[in-house]
């Protein structure tokens, strides 16, 4: 028994010590993943160019297939209520990276390569606003907010730049093309024939940075060559925050698809879609591949209503102030924070995109001029009776459009939109759309009282947008 005595004490004090080694070697672990795990999300916004409503299969597309867009739909949150700030591509671009109407931002609805402005300097783009608080930031793909130096993402707050500066149809500006070193000449050109070819529509410079590595772009690689940059970029960035923009370049005109998915479907519009809809599973893929799944957000949504495609059930597509023109697809993943298989029906826009993200990372919104959009987290997030914060939300595009609840109304009359056509019916227009989302049936006749409030609604706003920048 003496014997034994010592034995056993030795044992349990062994234990005891294990134990107590195990307990902290488990805390420290935890202490350094803490450590290590940031605490804001990684965030990546992907823009399709000219997608409509109905150009997705969650929201009623039967011609060609988009597992990977309707997965985010089945995986988050799907709005119905959704719109841009621009029915074309610059002012709806300027509206989602600013959270300001185009108006006040300085660019045209559609910049051209020959406009000499873009995006003023004193912009903060949502890039900005993440950047401050640490993030790595990236565009890839169509910028469209003025392709002269002062203007390009990299002065804009983006860490990096790969894609064209414009629409994938309009044509090079020679004059300040900066040609890199081992620029990509194609089609029998060079860099001196480059400059003195009279420009053509559809032969759109490749950038990299703030010079151009392939002219003309190959069209046909574009949804691919995107991808692989997009999957890189997240591959190489997962240990820090990072904010990924990337605004594909199609389904604009002229349409490519690459090799493999030509004739998947039976038109060049749906093997398009399909590449994108790719493209969407293969950055799911990159982020689950680096286990960011439950860390970083995932945002899909388009520029304007559709050219090729569909507007589903609503009237008109790009270029309208009709909701075909800029109602749009927009879905939200985030697993654990975002709810599954929810639908929005509260109105939201892309304005609201910078202040909901400013204030989901700590960031700051600039309150030194005013920032049309608002902070949507409560929709995102599917809280209980969470209502839109936009009592009215107002285009100044064009001749004007107000949605406000259930109300859609126009200051102009039908007909009005087209030109050498008399318009016809009542002055104004206005649609239930609970009742005609489709906007067949003016009511403004019927509705005097909710006529009077809109269209001071829209004067009031119009004269905001003429008085502060
Ligand atoms: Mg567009």
Redesign the pocket.
């Known amino acids: 028994m003496s014997t034994n005595q010592p034995n056993q004490l030795h044992r349990i004090t062994t234990f005891i010590l294990t134990s107590l080694l195990t307990i902290l070697s488990i805390f420290s672990i935890n202490k350094a993943e803490c450590a290590e795990k940031p605490s804001v999300p990684n965030i990546v916004l992907i823009l399709a160019?000219?997608q409509g409503y109905g150009d997705l299969g969650c929201y009623g597309a039967t011609a060609f297939k988009t597992p990977n867009l309707d997965r985010l739909a089945h995986e988050g949150m799907r709005f119905t209520s959704f719109y841009t700030g621009c029915p074309?591509?610059s002012g709806?671009r300027a509206a989602l990276l600013t959270g300001r109407h185009y108006q006040r931002v300085g660019v045209p609805p559609v910049m051209f390569p020959g406009n000499k402005n873009g995006i003023k300097t004193e912009e903060v783009t949502v890039a900005e606003v993440l950047k401050e608080k640490g993030y790595t930031t990236a565009i890839v793909g169509k910028w469209h907010l003025g392709h002269l130096p002062a203007f390009l993402p990299t002065k804009h707050g983006f860490d990096s730049y790969f894609g064209i500066p414009y629409?994938n149809d309009m044509a090079l500006d020679p004059e300040s093309a900066k040609f890199a070193g081992n620029c990509v000449f194609r089609d029998g050109l060079t860099a001196e024939t480059a400059r003195t070819e009279k420009p053509k529509g559809g032969k759109v410079p490749l950038m990299r940075g703030e010079e151009v590595i392939e002219y003309p772009a190959d069209q046909t690689t574009l949804t691919k060559r995107y991808t692989e940059e997009a999957v890189k970029f997240i591959r190489t960035h997962k240990d820090k925050p990072f904010f990924l923009y990337l605004p594909h370049t199609m389904p604009?005109l002229p349409m490519a698809s690459s090799p493999e998915f030509k004739g998947r479907t039976k038109t060049l519009f749906g093997d398009v879609i399909e590449e994108l809809d790719w493209s969407v599973g293969e950055v799911l893929k990159a982020v689950a591949d680096a286990g960011l799944d439950e860390r970083t957000l995932v945002i899909f949504t388009?520029?304007?209503g559709t050219?090729s495609g569909s507007s589903g059930p609503l009237r008109a597509q790009?270029a309208s102030l009709y909701e075909g023109g800029y109602r749009v697809p927009c879905l939200m993943r985030w697993p654990g924070k975002i709810p599954a298989k929810r639908v929005c029906d509260e109105i939201a826009a892309t304005i609201d995109v910078l202040p909901t993200l400013a204030k989901l990372v700590g960031g700051a919104v600039p309150t030194d001029r005013p920032i049309d959009g608002k902070d949507i987290r409560p929709l995102m997030f599917g809280e209980a009776n969470a209502k839109t914060p936009h009592e009215h939300y107002i285009l100044a595009h064009g001749q004007g459009a107000v949605r406000s609840g259930a109300w859609k109304f126009y200051p102009w009359p039908e007909g009005g939109d087209k030109k050498g056509e008399a318009p016809k019916g009542p002055k104004v227009q206005l649609y239930d759309l609970t009742k005609d989302l489709g906007e067949k049936q003016n009511v403004a006749d019927q509705h005097p009282e909710v006529v009077a409030r809109l269209q001071k609604a829209f004067e009031t706003f119009v004269a905001d947008i003429k008085k502060k920048q």
Request: glycine fraction near 0%.
């Open positions: 160019d000219d074309v591509c709806s629409s604009h388009t520029d304007n050219r790009k």
